[in-house]
């Protein structure tokens, strides 16, 4: 039987249509308004995740998983503690526009994103820095094949916020993509 890409489920009573043309991996959910981090949970946008990196442990490294983030997902970090994509062949893609955006904000100097692992894609969030100097808010540990496409690094609107190193690629972080 010849597999086509487009994959259907029913939820709600209504036939959702997801086209698997880019990856056949397992794909998860995360909102943080109505999401929990526990078995059971992040499999439709119905009953989803409530923080990426919960998400990012369910993963399989280097089968293809897609992490979905909800408009207005919204995720805090006051230290070294946001979230680690140390799963490789990983994606994690924002849904929304504008200010609905999923948004990391930064609210400590040494509050961090890490990239961990390689061949990580992530798509169409924010940054935020909530603070004076951030010190380096997003980090490619040396890890190669690292993609960033229509993410945001912003200031947060207040004068004195800032980011000192808004994306650091530390040595060995070969082959990044950085795009709009």
């Known amino acids: 039987m010849a597999k086509t890409e487009l994959f259907a489920q029913w939820m709600r009573g209504n036939l959702n249509v997801t086209d698997e043309g880019f990856s056949t991996g397992a794909r998860f959910w995360v ?4 999401g929990t981090d526990a078995t059971g949970y992040g499999s439709s946008p119905e009953a989803p995740f409530a923080t990426v990196d919960y998400a990012i442990g369910q993963c399989t490294a280097s089968k293809g998983d897609v992490i979905y983030v909800m408009p207005g997902h919204a995720e805090t970090y006051t230290a070294t503690n ?9 994606r994690i893609q924002g849904l929304g526009w504008g200010d609905a955006r999923p948004t990391f904000t930064f609210d400590h ?19 935020v820095a ?5 010190v ?15 993410c945001e690094w912003y200031w947060g609107g207040t004068t004195g916020d800032d980011m000192l190193i808004a994306l650091e690629l530390e040595a060995g972080s070969h082959r990044a ?3 709009n």
């Open 82 to 90: 946001g979230f680690d994509a140390d799963v490789a062949g990983i």
């Open 31 to 34: 909102h943080s308004g109505t």
């Open 130 to 134: 909530d603070i004076t100097a951030v």
């Open 136 to 150: 380096a808010a997003v980090q490619v540990e040396g890890k190669t094949d690292a993609i960033f496409r229509n």
């Open 177 to 179: 993509i950085i795009e």
């Open 109 to 127: 100097a040494n509050a961090q994103v890490n990239i961990g692992a390689n061949g990580v894609w992530i798509e169409n969030v924010r940054f």
